[in-house]
Nanobody, 123 residues
Framework: QVQLVESGGGSVQPGGSLRLSCAAS????????IGWFRQAPGKEREGVSC????????YYAYSVKGRFTISRDNAKNTVYLQMNSLKPEDTAVYYC????????????????WGQGTQVTVSS
């Protein structure tokens, strides 16, 4: 069965950190560009970060640059999103997606989506 499963979400105070994981089963992640997206209540889903399959180049939305880091562990077939210095405006459901390529910080040609993991940043 082909699927992506996100984990690592939770509730943190402003300034805190979380590490999200995106684990693949049924296919090999390293042949795909992997993007992280998020959707806050009442807002459209937006791209956050992307890591390419070819050379591991990474891209970030301006709102998270310098605070979030995307990485991949091919041996574990998993992509991570390390989120530091979290702000209340980072509160959203976070999704990962496997696509054909990164167009900046957005993964395009998306074949697979995970079910999402909730991140809440609040004091």
């Amino acid at each position: 069965q082909v699927q992506l499963v996100e984990s690592g979400g939770g509730s943190v105070q402003p300034g805190g950190s979380l590490r999200l994981s995106c684990a693949a089963s049924g296919f090999t992640l390293d042949t795909y560009a992997i993007g992280w997206f998020r959707q806050a209540p009442g807002k459209e889903r937006e791209g956050v970060s992307c890591i390419s399959s070819s050379d591991g180049s990474t891209y970030y939305a301006y709102s998270v640059k310098g605070r979030f880091t995307i990485s991949r562990d091919n041996a574990k077939n998993t992509v991570y999103l390390q989120m530091n210095s979290l702000k209340p405006e980072d509160t959203a459901v976070y999704y990962c997606a496997a696509g054909a390529y990164c167009s900046g910080y957005v993964a395009w040609g998306r074949d697979y989506w995970g079910q999402g993991t909730q991140v809440t940043v609040s004091s």
